[in-house]
């Protein structure tokens, strides 16, 4: 069976031909028409009620008065939620949007979520959906009020594992309004995580990710903590994915954690990863740091091999396609390569916009190509509308053609304006 790249190979042959797309296409409107009708084919309530409220708010960027009618369509269908964790989280998408549509409704929204989550039956899901309503609303006091709501359910939570994961989850949430609150909960997970039992496999997977969330927040606590990992493979593991988690974060924070690193394999993997996510004016360094990356995992298993060789195939685009490319015909995972081909389509697009399609129509994994692809049509048609348009009308997902048809319709009206 041919590989993602290998099919590559054929497809690059390929000239695309021109698309015909009609003057009335090329109208904001009229894409934004096309995806409120896409939006209403969506077979769950939950996406159709979020999609048809993203319409919502393109139609009211553009000027629209078909906004308000929009979200009302959005808001009835939110109401036919029936399950019980999707309700209260369609009731939050609906008030994030709401907020620049009819800020007057996204209180109501708002509040409706609330009430729905505080229904929810089981303290995770409590924890969970009132975290989310929390990290979103505007007003800083309701804010606060919602995360002890949510740290109440999470201290409900039996299972040391799931309260540790709450907590941590939580901790995240605060970070940005209440870093003090933050760091409390980071330390009340910690104390969840030790009381898990040390027959339970989950207690070192349960560390590394504490770890990697709260080095998102503060790298030296995060630091500090991962120190007190007693299994040497389990803590390089831990340094490995906070540099990995932080790596399009804040690469030059991902390099702090770095000299932790004393396995070969764990440390190339993470020089990888930071290498992969270096912007295009550090290509040469980003390069040359994942062929050090390359030397140092030689001893890999297969399947962190695969990584290996995506993350150092992206680094090196920049510089050495050709080589790029003919290292990831080596990878036989092909979601793993999948998602190496469409970040390096993303990055040819701007100036190669027909060879990053071309790249991109190999992927083999279904999902892999479709998220790529609706993130690709875009940027295709700022220099090339109709192929942007036909990338995006190809889309068989209708919540990726949606928000392909909605970005464009967005650019198309801000150069409009302009």
Known sequence: MPSTVCRFSVAVTLIVGAVAVSWAQTQPAALVEQARKEALKLREPEQRAIALADVAVTWHRLGEPQAVTTLAEASETAAQVEEVVA?????????????????????????????????????AHRAMVLREIGRTVADPARAKELFAQAAKAAREISAPVFRAAALRDLAGAMAATDPAGAVAFFKEAADAVVAIPDTDE???????????????????????????????????????????????????????????????????????????????SQAEMAAAMARAALGLGAQLPAEDQARLEADVAV???????????????????????????????????????RQASQ????????????????????????????????????????????????????????????
Request: glycine share 4%; hydrophobic share 50%; aromatic share 4%.
């Open 315 to 353: 680094a090196m685009a920049a510089v050495d396609a050709p080589g790029a490319l003919a290292m990831l015909t080596k990878v036989d995972d092909e979601e793993v390569a999948g998602r190496a081909l469409g970040r390096i389509a993303l990055m040819l697009a701007p100036s190669q916009s």
């Open 87 to 123: 309700r209260p989280l369609t009731w939050r998408g609906l008030a994030i949007r709401a907020r620049e549509v009819a800020p007057e409704q996204a209180n109501q929204f708002a509040e409706r979520a609330i009430e729905a989550a505080e229904k929810l039956p089981y303290a």
């Open 202 to 280: 989950t207690a070192g997977l349960a560390q590394q990710e504490l770890v990697t969330a709260w080095s998102l927040v503060d790298v030296e606590q995060a630091l500090q903590e991962a120190s007190g990992i007693a299994d040497e493979r389990l803590r390089q593991v831990a340094y490995r994915r906070m540099c990995q988690a932080l790596s399009e974060a804040s690469p030059d924070a991902a390099m702090r954690v770095v000299p932790r690193l004393t396995d070969p394999g764990q440390r190339a993997l993470a020089m990888a990863a930071i290498a992969a996510s270096l912007p295009a």
């Open 359 to 418: 790249l991109l129509a190999a992927v083999e994994d279904f999902e892999v190509r479709e998220n790529y692809q609706a993130q690709l049509a875009p940027v295709v048609a700022k220099t090339d509308l109709a192929a942007g348009i036909e990338l995006a009308d190809g889309l068989l997902s209708r919540r990726h053609k949606v928000r392909a048809l909605l970005a464009i319709a967005e650019q198309l009206g801000s150069s409009t304006r302009e």
